[in-house]
């Protein structure tokens, strides 16, 4: 596998971490909550180098480190003509243009995030999500 692969798929597992503690607080009905004091030393070290500190979300901790180990973002079409189509990138808002008859950015050309779906203004419909691995 590659480094990207490696990078991709232990983002994905703390994404799915995350999403198995928002259900149960859709399930349950209560935030489950963590003092990050009281976590082992390994990761009380990467959230307090992350910025959390105190009382956090269960799902923020794992949120977090995803998003800093494979950054993701959502394009949105904003224009489309016959020369090129011009996508804004959901995290930073910046445009990004793509010749008509090639693919869709596969990153955000400004901030670098890597391109997940794609969406039309008005549409309200997401394309498949992807896949960039190489």
Known sequence: MSYTTDRTLAAERMRNEADGYRNNERMYGHVS??????????????????????????DALFDTLSDLIDPICHMTEIGKTPKERKYVCSNCGATNVAPAGHERPRYCGCCGHRAVSFDRVGSGAIDEPVDVLE
Request: no cysteine.
């Open 33 to 58: 909550r963590i003092d990050t004091g009281e976590i082992p030393g390994l990761f009380q070290d990467l959230a307090t180098f992350v910025g959390l500190r105190g009382y956090i979300r269960s």
